[in-house]
């Protein structure tokens, strides 16, 4: 069954100023708003992008309010993609790994991990395999930084999900409320 979802992007914080309404996927939002400073999301879980087209960073959204940029560990008020997590799993599991193609030492997860150091003794997690559900992963501990949403499948090296570096500092596992 594919999900359903709703989001707000609204020009100025606090859920102010001029608003665009999407419930599918938006490969370009440049005609709908100049900037967005807040996001309300009532349905699904979204990745919204930097840039058109799904590129640039990205920030995994749930249900819930964002007043401003800086909630959803925003860099700026550039939004200009989106679209909508389908296919969601209930169940969750993930192996990394400590070299690309996956060699090296490897360790299966299936929690979310605030601080991935607390569990895994490197810094950097070279290639992954998610074996059940969607992952985030964070480039510092405790969720911050830059995100990196992870679908089911193989992830040779750090390179395939997005990253320029291989850090890892925290992983959640994304699930519906």
């Known amino acids: ?45 979204w990745v919204i992008y930097e840039r058109a087209q799904y590129m640039g960073y990205q920030y995994v959204l749930l249900r819930g309010e ?14 200009r993609s989106c679209r909508l997590i389908r296919y969601p799993s209930s169940r969750h599991r ?17 929690d979310d991990l605030p601080n991935l150091q607390d569990r895994w003794r490197y810094r950097d997690v070279h290639s992954a395999h998610v074996q059940e559900g969607f992952w985030v992963f964070y480039e510092h501990p405790n969720y911050r930084g830059r995100q990196y949403l992870l679908e089911k499948g193989e992830y040779k090296r750090h390179s395939e999900w997005g990253a320029l570096h291989p850090s890892v500092g925290s992983m959640r596992r994304v699930v519906e409320f």
């Open 94 to 110: 993930i192996r990394i790994y400590e070299r690309p193609d996956f060699s090296g030492q490897m360790m299966e997860f299936s």
């Open 1 to 45: 069954m594919e999900r359903t979802g709703k989001i707000y992007f609204y020009e100025d914080k606090n859920f102010q100023g001029r608003y665009y309404e999407c419930s599918s996927d938006c490969p370009d939002l440049s005609s709908h708003f100049n900037r967005c400073n807040s996001i309300r999301v009532e349905g699904g879980a």
């Open 66 to 79: 964002y007043p401003s940029f800086q909630n959803w560990n925003g860099f700026n008020d550039t939004i």
